[in-house]
């Protein structure tokens, strides 16, 4: 069974740019978290996107936005980029049943210049 | 109180020891709990999942899990230079506020010593 996948794995871009990620889970999963990782803040949950819909959302501003499409892809969208923004955007599929293992996808490494 | 706290590190044992990591996390409806191992550049890897109170024991991982006193653990026997990375703890349960979410510790960096 192949892995989650995101693309791309490298991106670089400039302060007011915006972003867009994505993220294809495990076959059969219905949930894709998305998370931000940073030296300095650790693993930080952005949201969760199950059947399409938002079912859990991090403290994280506006800026930052995600979807899901029926085939259970999503994509997470950063828009007017900040410094603070460059980080390892990670995705993690999961069947969506509570309490399920997450697995992680190898990650999006975002600079912005 | 921080939701998930890990033991801080770096942690450094010799070649060949016995590793302890260890997790204590403020929600007590968390009913799975894993663990996962990050190198240094790459994702984190889901090594262990432990759902009931006790030991689980995978090859040369233990996890210990008490639920009364919001505690996992992992036990890392004869360590390798090879498991030098950074360990995650994430209990996942129904938080306060939603549902269902995976809350990650600050995580404890492990070096095996040749």
């Known amino acids: 069974k192949a892995g989650v996948t995101q693309t791309p794995r490298y991106l670089i871009k400039t302060r007011g740019q915006q972003v867009t990620l994505s993220c294809s889970p495990i076959?059969?999963?219905?949930?894709v978290s998305w998370y931000q990782q940073t030296p300095g803040q650790g693993l930080q949950f952005l949201f969760e996107?199950?059947?399409?819909?938002?079912?859990n959302k991090g403290n994280f501003p506006g800026r930052f936005s995600g979807r899901q499409f029926s085939n259970s892809r999503s994509e997470m969208n950063v828009s007017t980029l900040e410094l603070g923004d460059s980080a390892l955007y990670l995705c993690?599929?999961?069947?969506?049943?509570?309490?399920?293992?997450?697995?992680f996808g190898p990650g999006t490494r975002l600079t912005v210049l | 109180q921080k939701e998930v706290e890990q033991n801080s590190g770096p942690l450094s044992v010799p070649e060949g020891a016995i590793a302890s990591l260890n997790c204590t996390y403020s929600?007590?409806?968390?009913?799975?709990f894993f663990w996962y191992r990050q190198y240094s550049g790459k994702s984190p890897e889901l090594i262990m999942s432990?759902?009931?109170?006790g030991d689980k024991e995978d090859g040369r991982f233990t996890a210990q899990l008490n639920k009364a006193s919001q505690y996992v653990s992992l036990l890392i026997r004869d360590s390798q230079p090879s498991d030098s990375a950074t360990y995650l703890c994430?209990?996942?349960?129904?938080?306060?506020?939603?549902?269902?979410?995976?809350?990650f510790g600050p995580g404890t960096s492990l070096s095996v010593i040749p």
């Open positions: 929600d007590r409806v968390s009913q799975s």
């Open positions: 996107y199950f059947s399409e819909t938002q079912r």
């Open positions: 076959s059969g999963h219905r949930s």
């Open positions: 994430a209990p996942r349960g129904v938080m306060k506020t939603s549902y269902d979410k995976v809350i």
């Open positions: 432990i759902y009931s109170n």
């Open positions: 993690a599929s999961s069947s969506g049943n509570p309490g399920n293992e997450q697995f």
